[in-house]
């Protein structure tokens, strides 16, 4: 509990620094770029998460993908 | 970030993973179709032809015998965007042999000031079917996997965006596997048993920056560095720290590459043991539950044509990846050597896409 007030408060001070450090619409170029997204390829981060998932304990904060595996 | 229009586009891959006595390959196809620049419904499906002869089968396994299965996983998903808000919902059906997944995922996207801001939202429910190929009279196993999520996605400057993740994931029924098997001291071999039920938490930071190219070499953007760092920790007592450093360089307005490094690290399950006490209630011996870390290098190319070609393909595009993967176990050992256990995995990928 004491981790997810934490995150909110985290939350909360990202979403107060829109105003200082907000990029107008004229300026927006270059964050439409695909080299800014996180998951440029949607597909390929999906598949790669799931092989991850699967040699791996740990689970999620990057999306998800569906599916099990009986492969291990 | 900021919510796009959606486009008519195809994709096919192919996937081809090996290491570990593991062998998983097969082809992904997608299709996108836009409808008036707000809607837009998508259909895929994956194949994975698997052999494994892992450690865990070939020392484990009521036979030790490497086998072969096949994963097809199919789905059909769809998007709708009202003003500055983007619904999306898709239903994946994932099957093989001794495993079924049924998942319905819903998420929220909106943009906040001027789109400085985006708030994420997602639920995702699974209801899996577990059954073993080695013994008929397992019959099947339930699993009900849930995984809710919030992310905030904020501009910092033109050219830097930085992005928060929280995820929980609750796991309730069968979790361990029908064919793993624990080491008692007495070096017996008995079914693991695991708890009924799993809460994950996990919290992540992404950071990206973009770097400009010389004006008079055309400006835009020349490369950019992205960071992320995730710390994970469950009801397993599964800790967990993984971090990853992504650069990406423009070779011509059509040419990039990529290249990162990417480190895991995790403690064990509270009831993991590489031997364990016969007294000890729940037992594995789950490599994916003990102290661990990897490290994986990978290497991207890709094209992507600027223009409208070959009749109605639109910028098509061509990418190919390769990904070097190395686990070292800390208290995981193989039980023919005696030795602490590593291996290695090279993982390439190659797709073809383009909108039309």
């Known amino acids: ?72 | 970030m900021a919510i796009d229009p959606p486009e008519d586009e195809a994709f096919l891959s192919y996937n081809y993973f090996d290491g570990g006595g593991i062998s998983v390959h097969g082809p992904a196809v997608i299709l996108k179709k836009a409808m008036k620049g707000r809607m837009s419904i998508e259909a895929g499906g994956r194949m994975d032809i698997v052999s494994s002869a892992s450690i865990d089968v070939l020392t484990q396994a009521s036979k030790g015998e490497a086998f072969t299965d096949e994963r097809t996983e199919v789905y059909l998903g769809g998007s709708r965007i009202w003003g500055d808000t983007l619904f999306s919902a898709n239903y994946t059906v994932s099957d093989e042999s001794d495993y079924t997944s049924n998942t319905l995922m819903l998420a929220l996207t909106h943009d906040f000031f001027e789109r400085n801001v985006s708030v994420n939202l997602r639920v995702a429910r699974s209801t899996d079917d577990v059954s073993s190929n080695a013994d008929p009279a397992f019959g099947e196993a339930g699993l009900k996997r849930t995984a809710y999520s919030l992310g905030l996605t904020q501009s910092l400057s033109p050219r830097w965006l930085a992005q928060l993740n929280y995820e929980v994931t609750a796991d309730d029924g069968y979790i361990n596997s029908p064919y793993r098997n624990a080491l008692l001291e007495s070096t017996a071999w008995v079914p693991e048993v695991y708890p009924n039920a799993r809460t994950g938490q996990a919290w992540v930071l992404r950071s990206t920056h973009g770097f400009l190219r010389d004006l008079q070499a055309g400006g835009g953007l020349r490369g950019s560095v992205q960071l992320s760092y995730r710390y994970y920790r469950d009801t397993f007592d599964v800790q967990s720290h993984t971090g990853k450093l992504f650069y990406q360089h423009r070779l011509s307005p059509n040419r990039s590459f990529g290249i990162f490094y990417r480190y895991y690290q995790q403690t064990a399950a509270s009831f993991y043991g590489d031997v364990l006490p016969a007294s000890q209630l729940f037992k594995a011996r789950d490599k994916e539950l003990s102290t661990f870390s990897s490290h994986g290098v990978g290497l991207s190319f890709k094209f992507e044509s600027r223009e409208k070609k070959w009749g109605w393909f639109e910028r098509p595009y061509f990418k190919m990846g390769y990904n070097f993967l190395m686990f070292d176990y800390d208290d995981f050992s193989d039980p023919r050597t005696g030795q602490l256990y590593s291996w290695e995995a090279n993982v390439f990928q190659i797709s073809l896409g383009s909108r039309y």
Do not use: T
């Not at chain 1, 509990?1 to 170029?29: H, Y």
């Open chain 1, 1 to 72: 509990m004491k981790n997810k007030g934490l995150f909110l408060i985290v939350l909360a001070l990202m979403g107060s620094m829109n105003g200082c450090a907000a990029v107008q619409p004229k300026d927006r170029e270059f964050l439409a770029d695909d080299m800014m997204y996180f998951d440029a390829d949607p597909q390929e981060a999906a598949w790669h998460l799931h092989v991850e998932e699967v040699l791996e304990g740990s689970r999620g904060g990057f999306s998800g993908s569906g599916g099990g595996c009986g492969c291990k």
